[in-house]
């Protein structure tokens, strides 16, 4: 199989699930003849017309709803939020409703749905197309919470979230859609499990923890640590909500320091949670306090991208803070 972009792994995986499983339609804004706005869903609507590909109106709070009440029906829909900035709309779908179906229910209903939505900077969006909300989805029991930053794992990930039984929101990071090209799993089956980390490359004097699309920026700086022969043990979290917390816990008691990085605001972000989870359960591993790397608390801004997210130059400034400690 020839290598392909993330947002190329997006369409094909939708195809494959699409052909595989009748239950499953897409919906959103501008996913059927135009294809979505980045093209996640291209080709879709030829191949398998207006009954499974869905426009919809600009109206959030009707394309999470209508999802939600396709999914308590038998159909497995994956809707569309065409930038995560947009999704407030539907928010009180997603954490009243969404998320409360199989609680509410006492286990009658399941809602198998799964909400895509592009996030994140570096595409000069400004502050209403750049943001990074998956603190306020990991918050809300009942939601698993993807954010992935490979083609591969958006393949493996996205394929177990059409085929999980519970609500599934799918961030993906914009500015990696066309950044690299992998091969995608020849396997119709192939899944990763969601909550599942990846260790990048295993290192043994600090631990760098990203997810989404600041593990570009970590494994850029992970590479300028290499030359100046500094090993460091890099983990991809891919899943937020639930989260690897052996994956990150081992790896931080074995080397003792850490570096979390993520381009959402400092204040409340998910990898202050992370921080907090390795102060509580492996503090006496610790040879200086968890650093965090992340977002100003401050709306994203338009022409300001590099000082905004956090760059390799951060990165290694926070690993000198805590080698130096």
Request: aromatic share 6%.
């Amino acid at each position: 199989m020839s290598a392909v972009t993330m947002v190329q792994a997006v369409a094909r995986t939708l195809d494959e699930e699409m052909a595989r499983d009748p239950r499953v339609v897409v919906m959103g804004e501008d996913v059927g003849k135009r294809g979505g706005v980045f093209l996640a869903t291209e080709k879709l609507f030829d191949k398998y017309g207006p009954d499974r590909v869905i426009d919809t109106p600009l109206a959030e709070a009707a394309i999470v709803g209508a999802a939600l009440g396709m999914a308590v029906h038998g159909l497995r829909p994956v809707a569309e939020i065409q930038f995560a900035d947009y999704v407030y709309p539907g928010f009180d779908q997603l954490v009243s409703q969404v998320a409360k179906l199989r609680y509410r229910s006492g286990g009658q209903f399941t809602a198998p749905m799964v909400v895509r939505m592009p996030a994140g900077g570096g595409v000069k969006g400004g502050h209403h197309h750049s943001q990074s909300p998956e603190a306020h989805f990991a918050h809300t029991a009942g939601l698993k919470v993807v954010f992935p930053s490979t083609p591969k794992d958006t393949q493996g990930l996205l394929r177990a979230a059409i085929r999980d039984d519970d609500p599934v929101v799918f961030l993906e990071p914009k500015r990696l859609y066309r950044a690299v090209k992998e091969e995608l799993d020849d396997d119709p089956d192939f899944a990763l499990p969601i909550g599942k980390a990846a260790e990048r490359r295993r290192g043994d004097d600090v631990v760098l923890v990203s997810y989404g699309g600041s593990m570009a920026e970590t494994l850029r700086a992970a590479d300028a640590l290499v030359e100046q022969g500094i090993s460091p043990h890099v983990i991809d979290l891919r899943s937020l909500a639930p989260w690897d917390e052996e994956a990150v816990l081992s790896a931080v008691a074995r080397v003792g320091r850490v570096v979390l990085v993520s381009e959402a605001p400092h204040t409340a972000s998910f990898m202050s949670e992370v921080s907090a989870t390795i102060a509580e359960e492996v503090l006496d591993a610790l040879l200086a306090p968890p650093a965090r790397v992340t977002g100003p608390d401050t709306p994203y801004p338009y022409a300001q991208d590099r000082e905004y997210l956090p760059g390799p130059n951060r990165i290694l400034r926070a690993v000198q803070r805590v080698l130096d400690y």
